[in-house]
């Protein structure tokens, strides 16, 4: 039995084209087509319906997808239990962060795990677009989120309050708003992201009050809505991971703190797993480390193989 055709079987029926199937296995998408032709002719029998616009499972098409799904996942639960007996700690780890996030903090990090695990290589991408783990093949995904993803393994880290901020040269000429209504006579810049609800709702001590002020600047990248804020363009929602050092040192003043906005996390996802590779245990066991010397009493959920320090 050939494997690899039968993993690029599973890759075209799991991505819905020979196209993405290709792209997610790293081959071109005639070397797929191929295969998947050669497993048919070896089998005697059609697997797929292919059209112009969408492939369809034959009736034995998906009669032999439900049984090798199943055995390609035990093969990747068989490999994951060797990884994490080798002695040499190797492999390749597939990280997404957010941009702001990976700005701040990561380079640091990966740079200090890389020289303490010579045998791993990491591919780091810093981005805010819509991920998906499991067909992009991503390791561990960072995010600034409202709603943890459940479908994967996800752990909080930090929570991180969102706090209205302006500069003091923006608030002196148009006044501090003392109410969150005031806010509909002010200028904002908002924030677009795909993980976290970008509307302006403040908590009043009752009810969720929701304003929706004017903007005549509109980004997905936070470090830009923070800058924009310190040249008095606005008033931002800004979370206090990214803008703490700007109200330490005056750049900017937090406003209507009586009113609290929903809070975002900072999590950390990888793909459910029955064995944990060495790798994934041995990253997170770094980073955690980390994470403990600078927000030690702040963590949230900790893994269960990882022991909080005294």
């Given at each position: 039995?050939?494997?690899?055709?039968?993993?690029?079987?599973?890759?075209?029926?799991?991505?819905?084209?020979?196209?993405?199937?290709?792209?997610?296995?790293?081959?071109?998408?005639?070397?797929?087509?191929?295969?998947?032709?050669?497993?048919?002719?070896?089998?005697?029998?059609?697997?797929?319906?292919?059209?112009?616009r969408?492939?369809?499972?034959?009736?034995?098409?998906?009669?032999?997808?439900?049984?090798?799904?199943?055995?390609?996942?035990?093969?990747?639960?068989?490999?994951?239990?060797?990884?994490?007996?080798q002695?040499?700690?190797?492999?390749?780890?597939?990280?997404?962060?957010?941009?702001?996030?990976?700005q701040?903090?990561?380079?640091r990090?990966?740079?200090?795990?890389?020289?303490?695990?010579?045998?791993?290589?990491?591919?780091?991408?810093?981005?805010?677009?819509?991920?998906?783990?499991?067909?992009?093949?991503?390791?561990?995904?960072?995010?600034?989120?409202?709603?943890?993803?459940?479908?994967?393994?996800?752990?909080?880290?930090?929570?991180?309050?969102?706090v209205?901020?302006?500069?003091?040269?923006?608030?002196?000429?148009?006044?501090?708003?003392?109410?969150?209504?005031?806010?509909?006579?002010?200028q904002?810049?908002?924030?677009?992201?795909?993980?976290?609800?970008?509307?302006?709702?403040?908590?009043?001590?009752?009810?969720?009050?929701?304003?929706?002020?004017?903007?005549?600047?509109?980004?997905?990248?936070?470090?830009?809505?923070?800058?924009?804020?310190?040249?008095?363009?606005?008033?931002?929602?800004?979370?206090?991971?990214?803008?703490?050092?700007?109200?330490?040192?005056?750049?900017?003043?937090?406003?209507?703190?009586?009113?609290?906005?929903?809070q975002?996390?900072?999590t950390?996802?990888?793909?459910?797993?029955?064995?944990?590779?060495?790798?994934?245990?041995?990253?997170?066991?770094?980073?955690?480390?980390h994470?403990?010397?600078k927000?030690?009493?702040?963590?949230?959920?900790?893994?269960?193989?990882?022991?909080?320090?005294?």
């Amino acid at each position: 039995m050939d494997l690899n055709r039968v993993q690029m079987f599973a890759q075209v029926v799991e991505q819905g084209s020979f196209t993405k199937a290709a792209k997610a296995l790293g081959i071109t998408k005639a070397t797929v087509s191929r295969k998947i032709a050669e497993l048919e002719a070896d089998a005697g029998v059609q697997l797929l319906f292919r059209t112009t616009r969408a492939l369809k499972l034959t009736e034995a098409g998906a009669n032999y997808y439900h049984r090798v799904h199943g055995i390609l996942a035990d093969l990747q639960n068989a490999e994951d239990q060797l990884s994490a007996s080798q002695e040499t700690i190797k492999g390749h780890l597939k990280i997404i962060c957010p941009i702001e996030l990976g700005q701040l903090y990561f380079g640091r990090v990966l740079a200090k795990f890389l020289t303490a695990y010579p045998h791993i290589t990491i591919e780091a991408e810093l981005t805010n677009r819509k991920v998906d783990v499991i067909t992009e093949g991503i390791d561990i995904l960072f995010q600034i989120t409202e709603k943890p993803n459940e479908t994967l393994q996800t752990y909080i880290l930090l929570n991180t309050p969102k706090v209205l901020m302006a500069s003091p040269e923006y608030l002196s000429q148009n006044g501090t708003p003392q109410i969150p209504e005031d806010l509909n006579q002010h200028q904002c810049i908002r924030l677009s992201t795909p993980y976290v609800d970008n509307s302006w709702s403040l908590f009043n001590g009752e009810k969720w009050l929701t304003v929706e002020p004017k903007s005549r600047l509109e980004t997905n990248n936070i470090t830009l809505v923070r800058e924009a804020a310190i040249e008095g363009l606005g008033i931002a929602t800004v979370p206090m991971v990214i803008g703490s050092e700007a109200i330490k040192n005056g750049s900017l003043v937090a406003v209507l703190q009586d009113y609290p906005m929903k809070q975002s996390v900072v999590t950390m996802s990888m793909p459910q797993r029955v064995y944990l590779p060495r790798k994934y245990r041995v990253f997170t066991e770094f980073l955690y480390q980390h994470l403990f010397e600078k927000w030690q009493d702040l963590i949230i959920e900790v893994p269960d193989y990882i022991q909080r320090p005294s």
